[in-house]
């Protein structure tokens, strides 16, 4: 059955358009402090982690970006995968403190960086952003973005969950980049999508 929040937020999304969800840095690091999104390691999160899992698999990146990757629980299931070097960043300077203390090793590493912001002069055969697109201001702006550190025949995935905001975006994502697959999932922490992109 359909949430009152989501009744009442379908009409609105689609009158208005894509907005994002607002949070405060100082509201994340308190989030990650006081353990909120300890959740994404659970086993009702898995489903959404197994699909970016199974496309990384199946893509072989040799260098992997994961932006907004929180406190790396997402890098902790990759490292099964053979790739070379896996570079986390997020917001959240408690979060990246976080991922260091757990999962930072010889080729996975992690930095505090406004998604937005970021700069490098690295390039990346692949670059994930798992439910974090919907915090960030302009998706489209941001994906374009990115595209300076993709390297060719690079791959973007993104993932999120599904709800009228999420709805609302996936249309402006796919009108800067080609999806090439994706796969639809339904965990305990609800139902999801996993496209991945094709400049
Ligand atoms: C729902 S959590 C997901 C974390 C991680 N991708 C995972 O699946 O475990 C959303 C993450 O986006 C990060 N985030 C939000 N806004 C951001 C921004 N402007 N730049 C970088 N990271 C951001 C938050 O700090 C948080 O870690």
Known sequence: MKSVKEFISGPAFRLLGYRPQRV???AWDREYR???????ESI??????????????????DTVLDVGCGAGVLAGKLKVLPFKSLLGVDISAEAIAQANAAFADGRTSFAV?????????????MIIFNQCMYYLPD????LRHYMRFLKPNGRVLVSMCDSARTRAMWPLL???????????FAQSEGRGTTKVFKP
Request: no cysteine; proline share 4%; net charge negative.
């Open 44 to 61: 009702g999160s898995i489903a959404g982690q197994a699909s970016i899992l199974g496309y990384v698999q199946f893509l072989k990146p």
């Open 139 to 142: 998706p489209r702006a941001t």
């Open 174 to 184: 796919e009108r800067e980049m080609a999806v090439e697959d994706a796969m639809t």
């Open 113 to 125: 960086s406004d998604a937005d912001g970021f700069e490098t002069d690295r390039t990346f055969d």
């Open 34 to 40: 006081d353990g909120d999104w300890k959740y994404l």
């Open 24 to 26: 405060s840095v100082d």
